[in-house]
Structure formats: C-alpha cells, structure tokens
C-alpha cells in the first residue's frame, strides 16, 4: 500500500493512477472539510473531493481508528460501500496520507494570505473593479481548494468563472464584462501565465 507515493508530482511516472496534484487535493479538500464548522461547507468539500476522485475510478474514507488516514481506493474494491478483499489483486494500488500532524494549518493561512495580497496587487495597479475580481479569486481558492492561485488548473478556473463568480460573488455588471481580463491580469501579475481554459460570454 503506498504511503503517499503519488504525492510528488514531479517524480511520479506518467501511467501513475492518481497523479500528485489529483492526490493533493483530494488531501486539501478531506482536510478543509475535518475542519469546517458549516456542515453544508463540509459537504461541499467532501463532494468535490469525490467527483474529483470519481473522473479517476477512485474512492475516499478516513480511518480514524489510527490518530486519522486518509485512504483512496480503487472503487472496483469496493461494493455495496464495503471493502472485498476478494476483489484486491494489488495492495500497492492504495494511497494513505495520514492526517493528524501533517501539516501546519498556518500554511492555508499563508496561502490565503498570498492570494489576497496578489489580489491587493492587481486593485493598485489595474483599479477597483479588476480588484474585487481578484478578490473574488482569492475568496474562490482560499475557501474551495486552499491553494495558491497560480496554480489553478483551467478547470478550476472554468468552475470560478462560470459557476462560483455568477453564484457567489455577486458580481456588477461591471465586473462580469471584464472578468477574463481579470483572470488574465491576476496571472499576469503573479509572473505566471495563464492555463487554458474556455472564456465564456458575459
């Protein structure tokens, strides 16, 4: 059974089941929800967790009974919710990610805190409404996938911009005209360029 061993992305092989980034945030996602107070947050996180795993044929519980470990399963293992050994002909094909101790909740707090300060960035130097676009960002990875966003994969941002940004964000009009500049802005301004995803009509 691997013990994190699809966590680095960049030593992993390209036919690794679970690639690093899929694994790492399934960890972020598990861990945001352990420590959510809002249980219909709680569920948001353990359902995107899921459908994420779900795109890979894999599943997720915590075993609590050892201090927390995060396993993800092949979900051919499985039936009915209940693990067949009779159907396991490869242990190695699990991942475990033990969660308690493993990381320093100050480090989602640095992540949140880069982002709003990237987003501070682009206000200073873009004007108000790029701003609160860019804030709208910050508030988007900080509180659905705990990540910096310069690494935002074009999915994730696709879910910003077409789902969380009319949904949430309450968005001027304003706003909603300039939204894929600002996108492009906030990237530009991180120095990192920007992943290909679909830009939809305002």
Not at 11 to 30: H, K, M, P, W, Y
Not at 89 to 113: F, H, K, M, N, Y
Not at 138 to 143: K, L, M, P
Not at 185 to 201: G, I, W
Request: hydrophobic share 35%; no cysteine; proline share 4%.
């Amino acid at each position: 059974m691997s013990d994190r061993t699809a966590g680095d992305g960049a030593s992993e092989s390209e036919d690794e089941e679970l690639q690093g980034n899929v694994v790492n945030d399934a960890e972020r996602l598990t861990r945001l929800a352990r420590t959510a107070i809002d249980e219909n947050e709680r569920a948001a996180h353990l359902d995107r967790r899921d459908r994420l795993l779900d795109e890979y044929d894999f599943t997720a519980r915590v075993r609590e009974a050892d201090d927390a470990t995060l396993v993800l399963h092949p979900a051919e293992w499985h039936a009915d919710g209940v693990i067949r050994t009779d159907r396991i002909e490869d242990i190695s094909r699990a991942i475990e990610i033990p969660l308690e101790g493993a990381e320093d909740p100050d480090d989602w707090g640095a992540v949140d805190e880069r982002n709003r300060e990237l987003a501070a960035e682009v206000r200073t130097t873009h004007g108000d409404v790029h701003g609160d676009n860019a804030i709208a960002l910050a508030d988007f990875f900080g509180n659905h996938y705990a990540k910096p966003i310069e690494s935002a994969t074009a999915a994730e941002l696709e879910e910003f911009r077409t789902d969380y940004f009319v949904r949430n964000a309450w968005p001027s009009a304003k706003q909603r005209d300039v939204i894929d500049e600002s996108i492009r802005l906030v990237f530009e301004t991180a120095d990192e360029p920007v992943p290909e995803f679909r830009m939809q009509p305002s």
